[in-house]
């Protein structure tokens, strides 16, 4: 029972972000690094509308989310727009150098310290499940946002419209809808659930400049897992990567070889990370060169 618990709760930190990065692949078709850093940013703006001003939790996160969503709109208007002709490989590139200049300006203001977010946490009473009030929090706002995107995808005119550009970003400015503008309002949809996802972890962990390395690699494992361009794809990637991590270091291995007790590191979860992204880029990248070598037979 406590790694299904455990699963949830990481698979709801990484989920949102993952979720991020898979919906602008399905508009813009390039990968954004910076996605990781405006979860980055979501963590440090709680820490200082909460910490600092003394705002309660929960408005100081809707605030934090709100000023990552307008900081990715800014940024797609001063980098990403000037781009749009560019290839796939270029905006990349360029997403690496956004996410590295948000890293220095962070560390520079904040320093290289460890913060943390004070909250009121209680655990509850479940017998042989270690759960607290925090983690349910965590898996209840993730879901929830979540629930709240997909039908503002399918039952509104601007989830329509966000949907038919990430079938066909060209027919549906030849269509009439207003493509720029539907890009803002991707960015800051992006943004804001990236800051989600960066203030979960910051809420259970701590604050550094480099937090972005322990979620780079479960976030973009659980994207290609569940699909590049398919967002709720990216969620079940999270998902599936999160418990496949849990169940794997929860095993008494030593037990199963008649031994005595062993039990894989915690460290182990970003090893499972990196073999599920390249075991998908592995397979990718051979049903390309099959369909390159039909096409040329």
Known sequence: MQVIVNSMIYASQIAVIALGVSMCYSILRFTNFAQIQYAVVGGYLLYVLSA???LPILPAAILAMAGTGLLAVAI?????????????????????????????????????????????????????????????????????????LHLALVRTRLGTALRAMSSNLGLSRARGIPTEA?????????????????????LQTQLTPNMDLSILLPVFAAVAIGGMSNIFGAVAGAFLLSFTQNVLIAIDFGSLLGGNPWYLPAQFKD????????????????????RWGKATA
């Open 52 to 54: 600092l001003l003394g």
């Open 271 to 290: 090893l499972v990370a990196v073999t599920a992204l390249v075991i998908v880029l592995m397979a990718n990248l051979q049903g390309r060169l099959a």
């Open 76 to 148: 797609d208007i001063l980098v990403f727009a000037k781009m749009r002709e560019a290839t796939a490989e270029s905006k990349m590139i360029a997403s690496w150098g956004v996410a590295l200049f948000i890293r220095s300006v962070i560390a520079a203001i904040f320093g290289g310290s460890a913060l943390y977010i004070e909250t009121n946490i209680s655990l509850l009473p479940l017998s042989g499940v270690f759960i607290t009030s925090l983690d349910i929090f965590v898996v209840l706002a993730s879901l929830g946002s979540m629930v709240v």
């Open 182 to 202: 539907m890009i803002r309002l991707m960015w800051f949809i992006v943004g804001a659930f990236a800051a989600m996802g960066g203030i979960l972890v910051a």
